[in-house]
C-alpha cells in the first residue's frame, strides 16, 4: 500500500493562486500515476490533473491552461500549481496514486481549497 500526504490548500482570492504538494510513502515503487482528484459537496470526485512516471499529464478541461501538474525531483513527490483560481474550484483535494494497470495504490487525507472573496 502507498501513503499519501497532501499539503498546501488554504484560502485564495478569485484569480489567486495556490500550490499544492503531495508525498508519498511506502510502496512507491508501484505507483505509475500521480494525480489529483477534487471534490465539492453533493458532486461526485473528479479528476482534476495526473502525471506518469514517464512525464505525461493530463487535465480536465475545466482547469486546463489555469492547472499545472509536475512531479518533483524525487519519484514519491507531485505538485499542482494552481493558478486563476474560481469559486467553482472550491472543493477538498486529495491526491491519488496508481499502478500501471491503473489499480489505485493510495488516497491521501485531502486538503480543503476555497476561492471566495
Known amino acids: 500500500q502507498v501513503q499519501l500526504v497532501e499539503s498546501g490548500g488554504g484560502l485564495v482570492q478569485p484569480g489567486g493562486s495556490l500550490r499544492l504538494s503531495c508525498a508519498a510513502s511506502?510502496?512507491?515503487?508501484?505507483?505509475?500515476?500521480l494525480g489529483w482528484y477534487r471534490q465539492s459537496p453533493g458532486k461526485q470526485r473528479e479528476l482534476v490533473a495526473a502525471?506518469?512516471?514517464?512525464?505525461?499529464?493530463n487535465y480536465a478541461d475545466s482547469v486546463k491552461g489555469r492547472f499545472t501538474i509536475s512531479r518533483g525531483n524525487a519519484v514519491n513527490t507531485v505538485y499542482l500549481q494552481m493558478n486563476s483560481l474560481k469559486p467553482e474550484d472550491t472543493a477538498v483535494y486529495y491526491c491519488?496514486?496508481?499502478?500501471?494497470?491503473?489499480?489505485?495504490?493510495?488516497w491521501g487525507q485531502g486538503t480543503q481549497v476555497t476561492v471566495s472573496s
Open positions: 491519488n496514486a496508481k499502478n500501471g494497470r491503473l489499480q489505485d495504490r493510495g
Open positions: 511506502g510502496r512507491i515503487v508501484d505507483i505509475n500515476t
Open positions: 502525471i506518469t512516471r514517464g512525464g505525461d499529464a
